[in-house]
């Protein structure tokens, strides 16, 4: 386990930025209230075996108890390595996403299952979508009643979605919480 | 005279006796008689008080009385003068006529006109006049012309007459004449004018030359000549227009023969033609003028109202729009009023001039950098775009096509069944002479064709919208110079900062439908810029005029929700930037500075209206609304409660707040506690809260509104979800916005017939009451007299004391030393 040197932390802060854009200050100042401390701490971004973890504190330095070898995993786990170097948000980071988002898709309740098969998001889906969204932006993307379900990348931009045939994709997927099932392994 | 004025006062006054020369009327043989004998009979008329008289009369009588002496006295001089200036013409050459309101009129001749022939602004007169002399026959008409006038111009200008007969005596005979000879003329040219008008209305062919003498007194130098000569060209002109576009003859046909007649129409549509082009322009040079702007608008506004299809409607309508936003009022009324009647008929010029006006204003606010008055773009409310232009017409020519194509079909048959060439060729020959005549047709016509005009429809809008997305541009620059060199002071011209952007905005919203989608993204852009202007400000806190205020940015943000309501062709877009600065305004809003009708539509539109809301945001709302209602009148908080409802009704999860636990559970996500300072809906926590301010609202002074609240913290607890709150918040503002004044006295009345019905149930209800009162007053006395005495009681008791006291130390002494005893 070490901190992310300031490549890596250039990386992983783009890659979030994507999705929450300013409120990136908020996932990196949120104040946490885990472990005996009265003083709330804060969250901080560790590495571990090719995984990046978004950790108190607090957890941090009880952690370092553990040696780096038997160490398998601390507090949330929002994206990995993979072994061509590049960083990839992983569907644990959800929860900090979702929280955040900029950019929202809502799913209506029929193509939910599709998206949560690993399918992208289509036209015909779309329950509803925030304005302003720009292609490449990362969006988040909900059931109608406010669940979160995974996120993706869009694919075109919102005025360009009125335009778009139903079967054009808005979302291209990346990760949604039918992975939970489908690579348990893996996770 | 005596007899007369005796008359005079027995008649009732209001009827005044009919203006008839002393001279003329006769008294019978007998009258006289009678009363020379009986001059007793008529001793009271010396006696009668005419003071008294006139007093019971009336200010208003009396000064009709005053009128006929005057009329009397003046008619007099007025004589006199005449049998000095004039030569009276023999009354059997002239018969004497007699105007409506029974003067007699001798028809005479003045020697000053003669004299004055030099003046050519008299010239034509005086020879009409001379003329009048030679020939009977033209005399005699004329007295009847002047017959017609003289009822004309009791029509037109009443006042005029009753201003002329106040004619000041003057005692020096020079002065009299000068003024008299200008009374004279203006006399003269007025009666010239509506003369000529009659005519020119009677038989507008015959007499059209005339237009062009009427057009002569307007260039008198007496203001009111020419106002008077361009009301009644313009009453002449509305009358005698004809109803198609008058084209001149080319050089080719005036080259060939015509028939008298048709000699005799071009004749009279060229004359016609240049006295309106002269009159038109005589116009636009006077509407320049201070003094004449205001008639001479009127007059192009109601030609151009009138007769919209005529020649050189351009030039009318170039000039109404440099009035659109005159600092007059007047003007700017009817200029404005004349283009939304433009754009509502467009059936009376087949809405060409539709596209030029919108065209010319769209220049015109270009030309002024968007400051002019609101009016100005107003006008385009009154534009009304057809969708249907067209379509109806190409479903018809598809379904013709459709038809011919089977009709080929058919003819392919017979032909491959019978080849009749002759046939063909003769329904070739019909269909050509067919297509022909339709063009022709369509040439004569007046009416456009569907595709021209949803060509011009479009040019329209265009013109529109480039005239609104200039008004968002320019409003945004000033609002960002303003931003960046804070304190620099920009006049914000006559109009305010930003005069335009209101009517602006409400056009944006009521023609969004015809906008196009790629402009969409642009618009949202401005709006946006435009709702979230003032939080830069808010920085600098620096109090700029140029920046928007709270009502503004709402009606932004509330544009921005009908554009997007209006284009939803199935896409749901969720305006979050827009909610955002919603939740913003809430805080700023303060109820005598921001129209709270505006804030109770953006909640309608914004919260009420949408079928899904996020979670956390509406939750964020429902905090900050139970909040705002806290703080403001009955009208802001019913308002805000309401929609605090229609939230909660929607939003299950939102009930969490009403449940008395504190941090909201897994549903308050990743913020822990409620921060209600947040920008952010989605970022304030307020799941994590509870919503207190109910119960304090509960004890709301105004029973509705604590009704209300009480109703909103039972709503978790009782099951049953149809609510039926068919009130929006526009409405309850509107109702308690209403009751505010009346609000008061109400309540007090109410309690007050508390009181009575209680009273009422016991019989006797006042005596009660009155019973009460003496109680009431015996017991207070009562009391009155018992603290009394308690006082005097409790001084009376310390004035004891002291001699108590001063006893006990004696008292004391003595017990302390016997011998003091003794001393005593």
Redesign the interface.
Known sequence: MRPLDENETTVVFEKLFKFVGN?LK?IVE?PS?EGPETEPGRYCFRLQKNRVYYVSESLVKRATNISRKNLVSLGTCIGKYTHAGSFHLTIMSL??LA??AKH?V?LKPTSEMSFLYGNHVLKGG???????IVPGDGVVVFS?S?VPLGFGIAAK???D???LDPNGIVVLHQADIGEYLRDEDEL | MGKSSRKQKVIPPPLLPPDVPEEDIEFSDEDLKFVQENTDYARFVSRIDTTAINKQCGGRVKSVEEKYEEERSKKKTHQEENESNEILVDPVDVLPVKTLDGKLHFRTVTKKSKLAEADTDEAEQDILEDENILNKSQRRAKAKKSKKEAKKQEKEWPEEIALEEETPQAAVLAEVKEELSAEEMFENSKNKLAELGMELLSDPEANIKSLKEMLEICKDEDTKIVKLGLLSLLAVFKDIIPGYRIRLPTEKELEMKVSKEVKKTRFYESTLLKAYKAYLQKLIILEKLPVYNQVATRCICTLLEAVPHFNYRDNLLISIVRNISSPDEVVRRLCCSTIGSLFSNEGKHGGELTVQAVRLIADHVKAHNCQLHPNSIEVFMSIRFDEDIGRRDKEDANKKKYKKNNKRNNQEEQNQVQENERKKSKREMMSKIRDEVTADHMGVTYEPDAIERRKMQTETLSAVFETYFRILRNTMYSIGESSEEANTTSNPGAFGSHPLLAPCLDGLAKFTQQLDLDYMGDLMNYLKKLASSSSVSNNTKQKNSKLLTVSERLRCCLVAFRVMRSNLNALNVDLQDFFVQLYNLILEYRPGRDSGIVLAESLKIMLCDDRHQDMQKAAAFVKRLATFALCFGCAESMSALVTVKNLLQKNVKCRNLLENDAGGGSVSGSIAKYQPYATDPNLSGALATVLWELKILTKHYHPAISTMATTLSNMNTSQSQTFLSAVTPQQAFADFSLEKESFEPKNESRKLNNKRKRGSSSEEAQNVLEIDMGRLNKKLKENFTILRDIKEDERERMEKKKPLKKLNNVVKKKLKNPKSKKKF
């Open positions: 409120n908020k949120n209230n929860n900090i929280a955040n929202k809502w779309l329950g509803r979508i925030t304005d302003s109608m406010d931009s919102t005025q979605c009125r335009k």
